[in-house]
T-cell receptor, first 113, second 111 residues
Framework: KAGVTQTPRYLIKTRGQQVTLSCSPISGHRSVSWYQQTPGQGLQFLFE???????NKGNFPGRFSGRQFSNSRSEMNVSTLELGDSALYLC????????????FGQGTRLTVV | DAKTTQPNSMESNEEEPVHLPCNHSTISGTDYIHWYRQLPSQGPEYVIHGLTSNVNNRMASLAIAEDRKSSTLILHRATLRDAAVYYCILRALRNTDKLIFGTGTRLQVFP
């Protein structure tokens, strides 16, 4: 099975722009979660999707949004980028349930200049 | 979300056993205990999980206290490749698959 694929791997954007990141989960996984990792705040939960529905959202401003498609692929969007949005964005997929393991992608490194 | 507490850092010598502790005194009866690790420049990687009983897999063992308020991840023979940040996470049973990461334990392994 192919692992979780995130594209692009690296991205440089300018303040005020918007960005869309993509995540392709492992085949058969319907649960996708997104995380932001920065040196100062560590790994923080952004939001999770299951069967195209957002189930939970972390404590992030409305500039951060996401969606999930019928094939379980997910995208996250950040509008009006700020310097502080520079981070590693990680996506994880899993089968549903607390007794299952999550598989992470390699992440997208976003730099805002 | 129930909280976990881990030491900031630990050290080990190669080929020695390592015991990584985690306290989770507010755990609910249906929370699973998960461990993940993150090697430098990589995404987190699943290590092991359990509910009540001790668990073993090819990577590690998980020892869960009888009252479930603490657990210990055991690496039987540390290798240099085990140097990573280890996260202990409680995962709720229903309606969510999210992982709430704490600060984790940075494990250093010396040759």
């Amino acid at each position: 099975k192919a692992g979780v694929t995130q594209t692009p791997r690296y991205l440089i954007k300018t303040r005020g722009q918007q960005v869309t990141l993509s995540c392709s989960p492992i085949s058969g996984h319907r649960s996708v979660s997104w995380y932001q990792q920065t040196p100062g705040q560590g790994l923080q939960f952004l939001f999770e999707y299951f069967s195209e529905t957002q189930r939970n959202k972390g404590n992030f401003p409305g500039r951060f949004s996401g969606r999930q498609f019928s094939n379980s692929r997910s995208e996250m969007n950040v509008s009006t980028l700020e310097l502080g949005d520079s981070a590693l964005y990680l996506c994880a997929s899993s089968e549903e349930g607390a007794g299952t393991e999550a598989f992470f992608g390699q992440g997208t490194r976003l730099t805002v200049v | 979300d129930a909280k976990t507490t881990q030491p900031n850092s630990m050290e080990s010598n190669e080929e020695e056993p390592v015991h990584l502790p985690c306290n989770h005194s507010t755990i609910s009866g249906t929370d699973y205990i998960h461990w993940y690790r993150q090697l430098p420049s990589q995404g987190p990687e699943y290590v092991i999980h359990g509910l009540t009983s001790n668990v073993n897999n090819r990577m590690a063992s998980l020892a869960i206290a009888e009252d479930r308020k603490s657990s210990t991840l055991i690496l039987h023979r540390a290798t240099l490749r085990d140097a990573a940040v280890y996260y202990c996470i409680l995962r709720a049973l229903r309606n969510t698959d999210k992982l709430i990461f704490g600060t984790g334990t940075r494990l250093q392994v010396f040759p």
